[in-house]
Structure formats: structure tokens, C-alpha cells
């Protein structure tokens, strides 16, 4: 399965919003799935662990309408960016 190099030019700037992304993906070890912000906002833990996709689509879709940031999706029907 070919998967897309996440690889953008990432500022630290608290205005430059629009260049962070939501990423899930199934967990490394285990079963589930990781949500995870891109590149990671300081002091905001954001980031979680589901058991269930459904679950984890779910609040990745609202944390990224909420804050107007791209979702990618690594582990629903094949690698897709929402």
C-alpha cells in the first residue's frame, strides 16, 4: 500500500493554521487507532487513541472542521485525504 509522503513546509506560527493536518492512522502495536495533529500544537494535548475507526473518524472530522485544518485518513478504505 503506497502512502503519501507528509512532508510540507511547517512554520511555527500560530497564524499559519492552515498547515497543520489531522492524521489517523491504525495504531503500530495493537489494535486501534492513532488521531494525531500535524505538526503538534504546544501545550494542547490533542492527540488520542480509539479502539473503534468509527470513533476516531468522528473526532478527527470535528477537531479538524473545529480548527479548519486538512484530515488525512491512513486507515479507513485505503490511504484517502478527506
Not at 505538526?39 to 494542547?44: E, L, T, W
Not at 475507526?53 to 478504505?77: F, K, N, T
Request: avoid cysteine; aromatic fraction near 8%; charged fraction near 20%.
Amino acid at each position: 500500500m503506497n502512502r503519501p509522503v507528509l512532508s510540507p513546509r511547517w512554520t511555527q506560527s500560530a497564524n499559519d493554521n492552515a498547515q497543520r493536518m489531522v492524521v489517523i492512522t491504525p495504531e503500530a502495536f495493537g489494535q486501534g487507532y492513532d488521531v494525531v495533529v500535524l505538526p503538534a500544537v504546544d501545550g494542547v494535548g490533542q492527540d488520542a487513541e480509539f479502539t473503534h475507526y468509527r470513533v476516531a473518524r468522528a473526532y478527527a472530522e470535528r477537531l479538524a472542521e473545529g480548527a479548519g485544518w486538512a484530515l488525512v485518513d491512513h486507515a479507513g478504505d485505503g490511504d484517502r485525504a478527506a
